[in-house]
């Protein structure tokens, strides 16, 4: 679903600082990998990159069959609405929309119809456990339940793509199990490659891949993270 | 404290240059606006006072009465009196000068009398050496000039119609005109100590040339030694004809300052919305600053700032705005100044001070009182940010979740204190004028201004269901944001509401005016050709013979001859004036009340007064009215009030035979010619040209004297569409700041918006939608208070300073325009001023998450 081939990209500066070179990377449908690394091995880059959110110096990303890195910006917009999903770590959620606005807000991109977007945001509220709550305002939650409303909203318009930067950094150890055991089902249920960015092993490890971002490259540590 | 202050609170002003310098141009346009409009005026009115001040010379009192004149025969009555050491006589002549547009005024003088009471009226005779010299004062076709009038009466005149007229001096002989013939007086040297355009001539002189003989403008009087002015009036008072009044020389200048008030206070009302819309934008821009500093206030409060320093620390930066924004509104406002004396001299447009060429004075009162009213403007505007940032629990503040509401501004709609504000509003309808001030009709804009900006989140809640969400989801968000926040919308709206409302009123005020002077003009204007010798108080008049040329022109099939005089109802009064010509069905008489009928059992004869006069005198149909005629004081009865939009202190009209049995008077100021059927109008007009000579009398067709005086009309009000353009530019800059700082603070959710697939011009979409539906919200609140100021501004502040009524006229499709105009520009400004915002990197605007 996702490969990243030859990946190359050197920080500009004086002098330029090599940060991917020759990156390979495989995802598919209903896989999810987790990649760890020290701080500014790049981590957080590699998902902009993959997202087309920052240009690459060298290499091919291709999504579905589809080459996106040749892509211009406003191409590569239209594309993220249906094909990429995305959880941040201070959620991001939008405080004067209500909750099932904010998870229906992808699907408003997309131009679905205002009745099947909100079933479809109501759907998937009600799977995540937030069902009496659609009308709600984000304000009355806590962190942990903004963090699945995010988690709905980076799923609810079936994404080929789910991309993940430490999802559960705002949360308790509890929260955070609840919140990833979460996401990571849904992104199985649905097929979807996810990409999961956590300096937390312990997160790492329910992936069903470990890979470690260091020296310009990934390295499998799947059972040793 | 300063340490901290610059570093925390002023160093911010600069970090956010552009909210600062937009907020900094709208109080330094408020404070220009206000203060050029009180230096123009008060150099007029100073330049006006020297003026008076020369022709008074050292005179204790003056006696005054009707423009045209009074009798001279009271003047020995007085001069003999032992209360008066010196009195000097006068005659003041406002000459027409044959071809040209501009008149002269000639002081006909008792040459002894002026050397004691006068002496800046003194001549000097060019040849003053030999004995011609030594008598050219004396001689009957002597004339002495000013500097001022010397030049320009030596330089030909561009007249309004494109045409040049010659100069009203031409080889050493000044060429006046008196009834329909010109003469020329030899201009025999000048007045040393004279300021302005004036001439002075031998008294005797002036009454033969002029044709008055036997009348008298003005007596001053410099009274005997240990004689008080007022005792003087008690004793001399009693000796006065009726329409004669004693004076000191001061209360001609007050009289004009009085006359000229209510539209000066009309004009600093506007600059005072001006700067309230200054405030509006330093309240937007310091309530969104508070907000995305929020966090920083907290960690103070934690460290240990006083709430009390946090306050003082926060207005100190609007303080600084203020006094910024004064200092620069204080040279602008001189500038404005300057450059308003170099192209219409002191006038401002409403014709009180036409013709002056005031000095430009800097007054240090003047100049502290509008730089505290910038730092007022500056510090009012801060108040509330400053006061909520101060109340904010600094825990609360610091927590994780309350960066979401980052940049939301807090401020509430009052309904209650708004509701409030419209009964208070309503009551201030009611109040009557204060010496002559609607001081609560301004009260009451002042009102709705202020409850159209508290309830406009009320407004907001119930016209967003109305608008609907759309299908676009920039739409969807912009609607789905102002629904949630209405009151942001007081923070980008509260500029628009002020300049709209003030826009909008004034538009609506203008046009219902400018409707009702064009059916009062197709009124007053009913015959088909208009001769005219001169204005009502210059030397050119019709008389007898010159009714019967025009009778014998060919063509001609009737003339109406008006004959309008102006006098002194009261001593108190200003002059008022009295129309006399033929009243016949509703010829020409624009009624408001009562009909044309003369009463048939009245035993004295009928006048028809203007709403002025039924105002000022406080007088209707039916009640008596006093005037002083040929002398005396006559009694007429009110048959009918009509409306006159040209005599602002009141006028009555009386028939032509009345007038003429009362006074003996037989000059005409206007004859109104009807032509016979067929024959051309035009010819007509070259006929009479000829018959008379094209420079001594002015011939006009009903459209072109209409046609002039909407162009007058409308420059007068030219000077208030300047100040409305600029209440606009700073509504939109409010616009801009708001804008731009919303966009600031929502950095990290059009980042997250971009990462689910908004393009950067999605985001720019959303900004401008914002925007526009901000600004729209506010347009229609601006519209609303507008109609309502509009509606105060007609039937209070126009009755109470001017007492004129007037139909009202909505100019729909303008207003309409403007609205969407303003919206889309709004819009417009709303996505430059957020472009920054669009440019950022997606990544960059989320970076603390990532």
């Known amino acids: ?225 | 404290m300063s340490a901290l202050l610059g570093r925390l609170f002023l160093a911010s002003l600069l970090r956010r240059r552009l909210a600062t310098a937009l907020s900094l141009l709208a109080i330094a346009l408020g404070v220009a606006l206000g203060l050029a409009v009180q230096l123009i005026h008060a150099a007029a009115l100073d330049e006006f006072g020297r003026g008076m001040r020369l022709i008074a010379g050292e005179a204790d009192l003056q006696l005054i009465g009707p423009r045209e004149g009074f009798d001279e025969s009271i003047y020995p009555v007085l001069a003999l009196r032992p209360e008066v050491a010196e009195a000097s006589p006068l005659l003041v002549v406002e000459a027409r000068l044959p071809g040209r547009e501009d008149s002269l005024e000639i002081l006909g003088v008792d040459l002894f009398r002026i050397a004691r009471v006068q002496p800046g009226l003194l001549p000097l005779a060019s040849r003053a050496g030999d004995e011609d010299g030594r008598f050219a004062a004396l001689q009957p076709h002597n004339v002495f000039l000013s500097a001022e009038a010397r030049t320009r009466l030596g330089e030909p005149q561009l007249r309004s119609d494109g045409q040049s007229a010659p100069p009203a001096i031409r080889e050493g002989m000044l060429w006046v005109q008196s009834g329909v013939r010109s003469f020329a007086l030899q201009v025999a040297g000048e007045l040393p100590g004279a300021t302005g355009r004036l001439a002075v001539m031998d008294l005797g002189a002036a009454q033969q040339h002029f044709d008055r003989v036997g009348v008298l403008s003005r007596i001053d009087l410099k009274l005997a030694e240990g004689v008080s002015p007022d005792a003087a009036r008690m004793a001399l008072a009693p000796l006065l004809p009726p329409g004669l009044a004693l004076r000191v020389p001061e209360a001609a200048a007050s009289e004009v300052g009085a006359l000229s008030r209510a539209y000066r206070v009309n004009l600093t009302m506007l600059a005072a919305i001006a700067l309230i819309t200054g405030g509006f934008l330093v309240f937007s821009t310091q309530l969104l600053s508070v907000a995305r500093r929020r966090r920083e206030f907290a960690l103070l409060r934690a460290l240990g700032l006083e709430r009390r320093e946090l306050l003082r620390g926060l207005l100190a930066e609007g303080a600084v705005v203020g006094l910024a924004g004064g200092v620069l509104g204080v040279v602008l406002g001189h500038g404005l100044a300057m450059a308003a004396f170099q192209m219409v001299g002191g006038d401002l447009g409403a014709g009180f001070f036409r013709g002056t060429r005031p000095q430009l004075h800097f007054d240090g009162m003047l100049i502290v009182g509008y730089l505290f009213l910038g730092v007022a403007a500056g510090v009012a505007g801060t108040w509330l940010p400053a006061r909520e940032a101060s109340r904010v629990a600094p825990a609360r503040a610091l927590k994780a979740g309350e960066a979401a509401h980052a940049g939301l501004p807090q401020a509430r709609g009052r309904p209650a204190v708004g509701l409030s504000l419209l009964a208070l509003a309503a009551m201030a309808c009611l109040m009557p004028p204060v010496e002559g001030i609607p001081v609560g009709g301004y009260a009451a804009v002042a009102c709705l201004l202020t409850a159209a900006v508290l309830l406009l989140p009320q407004l907001a809640r119930a016209l967003l269901p109305l608008l609907g969400r759309g299908q676009g989801v920039s739409w969807r968000l912009a609607h789905a944001r102002l629904s949630a926040t209405p009151a942001q919308a007081v923070v980008a709206g509260a500029g628009v509401i002020a300049s709209v409302a003030l826009a909008s009123a004034m538009a609506i005020m203008v046009s219902s005016f400018r409707v009702s002077v064009d059916d009062w003009l197709t009124q007053v204007l009913p015959a088909d050709l208009y001769v005219r010798a001169s204005s009502s108080s210059g030397s050119g008049y019709l008389d007898d013979a010159a009714l019967a040329r025009i009778a014998s022109v060919p063509g001609v099939a009737s003339v109406d001859t008006t004959r309008l005089v102006n006098l002194r109802v009261s001593d108190e009064e200003p002059l008022f004036s009295v129309l006399a010509r033929p009243v016949r069905g509703n010829w020409g008489l624009p009624l408001i009340a009562g009909s044309t009928a003369r009463p048939a059992a009245s035993d004295v004869p009928p006048a028809w007064i203007s709403e002025a006069a039924a105002d000022r005198l406080r007088i209707g149909v039916g009640d008596r009215l006093r005037l002083p005629l040929g002398g005396q004081m006559r009694e007429f009865v009110v048959a009918g009030i009509w409306r006159d939009y040209a005599r602002q202190h009141g006028a009555a009209l009386i028939a032509s035979e009345d007038y003429v049995a009362l006074t003996g008077d037989r000059r005409i100021n206007d004859a109104a010619i009807e032509v016979t059927p067929g024959a051309a109008v035009g010819q007509v007009a070259a006929a009479l040209r000829a018959a008379f000579g094209a420079e001594h009398v002015t011939i006009a067709l009903p459209g072109e004297i209409r046609a002039i005086s909407l162009e007058i009309f409308d420059r007068t009000f030219l000077i208030t569409y300047l100040m409305e353009a600029v209440t606009i530019m700073i509504g939109l800059f409010g616009v801009a700041t708001t804008s731009a700082a919303l966009a600031t603070t929502r950095e990290g959710e059009f980042g997250m918006l971009r990462h689910l697939g908004f393009t950067r011009s999605d985001v720019g979409r959303l900004i401008a939608m914002e925007g526009a539906l901000t600004t729209g919200l506010g347009v229609v609140s601006g519209l609303l208070a507008g109609g309502a100021i509009a509606w105060i501004l007609i039937e209070i502040i126009n009755r109470q300073s001017f007492h004129w009524s007037m139909e009202l006229a909505v100019p729909w499709a303008a207003l309409a325009s403007f609205a969407i105009g303003l919206v889309l520009l709004a819009a417009l400004v709303a996505r430059l001023a957020g472009a920054r915002a669009m440019r950022r990197s997606a990544v960059l605007a989320v970076k603390a998450d990532w």
């Not at chain 1, 002098?15 to 598919?28: I, Y």
């Not at chain 1, 211009?72 to 594309?79: P, T, V």
């Open chain 1, 1 to 225: 679903m996702l490969s990243v081939q030859s990946l190359r990209k050197t920080l500009p500066g004086a002098p330029p600082r090599p940060l991917f070179d020759d990156l390979m990377l495989e995802v598919a449908e209903g896989e999810c990998v987790a990649i760890v690394g020290e701080s500014g091995t790049g981590k957080s880059t590699l998902l902009n990159c993959i997202a087309g959110l920052e240009p690459v110096d060298g290499g091919r990303i291709v999504i579905g069959g589809q080459r996106i890195d040749d892509l211009d910006d406003d191409a590569l917009a239209r594309l993220r609405r249906g094909a990429f999903g995305f959880v941040f770590q201070a959620f991001h959620i939008l405080p004067h929309l209500s909750l099932v606005q904010n998870v229906a807000l992808p699907l408003w991109l997309l131009k679905v119809a205002e009745t099947e977007a909100r079933v479809k945001a109501r759907e998937l509220l009600v799977r995540i456990g937030l069902g009496e709550r659609a009308d709600d305002a984000p304000h009355t939650l806590s962190g942990g339940e903004l963090q699945r409303v995010a988690i709905a909203r980076a799923l609810v318009h079936a994404p080929r793509v789910v991309l993940a930067d430490e999802p559960t950094g705002n949360l308790d150890p509890g929260r955070a199990t609840e919140v990833l055991d979460l996401l990571l089902a849904q992104i199985r249920e649905q097929g979807a490659a996810g990409v999961l960015v956590t300096h937390s092993r312990a997160a790492a490890r329910r992936a069903d891949r470990v890979l470690e971002l260091a020296a310009g490259g990934l390295v499998d540590i799947t059972g040793r993270a």
